[in-house]
């Protein structure tokens, strides 16, 4: 009894103190570090990723002409972070935005975009971008104690405001070893489905246009050794594009007025994974269903004609 008020004192102080901690450096990041980032919507990058992605629109030496709208989603082959290797975290990603111990293993949680129908990016466009810490929290789940924290990307060209996207991240306190979790299995049944199984080199080419050195897309011994993962993992925003690609292509005179998902569990290189839609009363439900049958990826769409 005496040993359980002991513990339970203790992790109600340890909870108090990185409280203060994430609340401090909230406070600091909130009023110090506001990105301002610049980039041409060139045709290129864009035909990279159609042919990464086997995009039946965009692909081989396609050369879309000035004007040409931008997938959603796609945005994130521009403002690739300009982070010189010595300034990284020590996991390879960009470290801006990254709290202070304990948190230090980080993964992708999920975003939300909002879209402006009458000025989408094209190209041609000269644009730039706002990068700022909405805000932080604490949260405790099957880690443990993490900081949830959340971004806002706003993109802008000559005309006024194009997107915003908000990514969620997470961080837990470095782990001996990367809890499982129990699946949920998939029962509903889909409109429309696609599979897919993502290799090596997909996980490179997305790695390598979108500037992401994050060492769990493609460092194996990193990804199993290090993180104690089975294997490297997809990455959470290639998990987005390829659902809102789905959709696009169901209903293409359509606009997605919005698109939100939370990555649930990973998935992992070179297992067969099922992108699934299916019309809601608000939009469309999207999600990815593991090589297992579980529910990896969940997600929603507004849409407007």
């Not at 304990?102 to 949680?109: A, C, D, H, L």
């Not at 909405?134 to 194009?162: F, P, T, Y």
Request: overall charge positive; proline content about 6%; some cysteine.
């Amino acid at each position: 009894m005496l040993r359980n008020s002991f513990v339970k004192i203790e992790k109600t102080r340890w909870y108090s103190t990185s409280h203060q901690i994430l609340r401090d450096w909230e406070s600091k990041t909130k009023t110090s570090c506001i990105q301002q980032t610049y980039d041409d919507i060139t045709w290129s990058p864009m035909n990279l990723l159609g042919n990464t992605l086997g995009d039946n629109e965009i692909k081989n030496d396609t050369i879309s002409k000035k004007g040409t709208i931008v997938p959603l989603c796609w945005h994130h082959v521009y403002f690739p972070p300009r982070t010189l290797e010595k300034n990284l975290a020590p996991d390879g990603y960009e470290s801006e935005f990254f709290p202070p111990e304990p948190f230090s293993q980080r993964m992708w949680v999920g975003a939300k975009m909002d879209w402006n129908p009458k000025n989408p990016l094209r190209v041609g466009d000269e644009a730039h971008m706002t990068t700022a810490l909405d805000h932080a929290e604490l949260r405790e789940g099957r880690m443990g104690e993490s900081a949830m924290v959340w971004i806002n990307k706003d993109i802008s060209n000559q005309h006024g405001w194009s997107m915003r996207e908000q990514r969620c991240l997470v961080y837990h306190p470095k782990q001996a070893t990367t809890s499982a979790t129990r699946g949920i299995k998939v029962r509903k049944e889909p409109d429309f489905q696609r599979q897919i199984t993502p290799s090596s080199i997909l996980l490179f080419r997305y790695s390598a246009l979108t500037f992401n050195s994050h060492m769990i897309h493609f460092d194996h011994e990193y990804a199993t050794k290090i993180e104690k993962h089975p294997a490297c993992l997809v990455h959470g925003p290639l998990s987005g594009t390829l659902l809102i690609d789905l959709l696009r292509k169901q209903i293409p005179q359509a606009f997605i007025d919005s698109f939100e998902y939370k990555c649930l569990t990973p998935l992992y290189v070179n297992q067969p994974m099922t992108l699934m839609g299916k019309k809601s009363a608000n939009g469309y439900e999207l999600w990815i269903k593991d090589h297992l049958g579980n529910l990896a990826v969940k997600g929603s769409a507004n849409v407007s004609t």
